[in-house]
């Protein structure tokens, strides 16, 4: 191809960290406290780009990519809790899948194991979810994107990695890491999801779902340093300090 097809896949991804309440969804109250991160990733060249976790908001999303010139080819859902897909919060009914799925028809991708809790929760049809498997690969033009299926927090519970980000939802957090006392949740698959994620090679930057930390996001070898779900050796010292 050309020079421009030759551009390096650091040059031609788009991405973009999205904080509710402050970068959308903007006086919502909800998504204020929440302090959600959406993330679009996309293909510069091609111009196509994927929404993770797009809830509070959809209007606000889609102006976000029309203003970058992006067109939206699918979603990907770290996880099946309202504040990440839609549905109904401590009373509060989130916009989410429904409402995008009515401005635009595009593929949302689940983790198999999540595929039925994200139906459940957003009401969204089963054409419309496309279920995964661990280490599935995505393609949003020519960027590659890794589907990693990472338990704990719930059952189908999923990272994304690409060019140098890990896109880690409520599984890991700069600090901590997800729940694992809600309904799906597991301590000792979180602890093995933690450590799986742990040994991932190139030291990719950790994008979390929520923003609880100092910063919005740091390289995993900061992460696996200072963040004390690292500290148990083992899983019996995890139940310990982290078990329910």
């Not at 788009?14 to 990733?41: E, H, K």
């Not at 999801?193 to 930057?205: C, M």
Request: with cysteine; hydrophobic share 40%.
């Amino acid at each position: 191809g050309d020079a421009a097809t030759m551009r390096p896949m650091s040059e031609r991804l788009y991405f973009r960290q999205l904080l509710s309440g402050r970068d959308f969804a903007v006086g919502d109250p909800v998504a204020t406290q929440m302090r959600n991160f959406t993330y679009l990733i996309g293909d510069r060249e091609t111009r196509e780009a994927v929404v993770v976790d797009p809830a509070y908001a959809i209007d606000d999303l889609l102006a976000v990519l029309s203003e970058d010139d992006m067109r939206l080819v699918g979603v990907l859902a770290t996880h099946h809790h309202p504040d990440h897909v839609g549905g109904d919060l401590f009373g509060f009914s989130l916009p989410g899948l429904p409402e995008l799925l009515s401005r635009v028809q595009v593929p949302v991708h689940v983790a198999a194991e999540e595929l039925e809790w994200v139906r459940r929760t957003t009401g969204v049809s089963k054409t419309d979810l496309v279920a995964h498997d661990h280490d599935d690969r995505l393609d949003v033009g020519a960027i590659p994107i890794r589907l990693l299926h990472t338990p704990g927090h719930t059952p189908g519970s999923q990272c994304f990695l690409l060019d140098g980000a890990l896109v880690a939802g409520d599984t890991l957090f700069l600090d901590g890491c997800g729940r694992t006392d809600l309904p799906g949740g597991d301590v000792d698959a979180m602890y093995r999801s933690l450590r799986w994620l742990a040994d991932l090679p190139g030291d990719p930057v950790v994008y979390p779902g929520h923003w609880y930390s100092a910063e919005p996001s740091a390289p995993l070898s900061n992460v696996r340093r200072n963040n004390v779900v690292f500290r148990p050796r083992s899983l019996e010292e995890w139940r310990a300090l982290f078990g329910n």
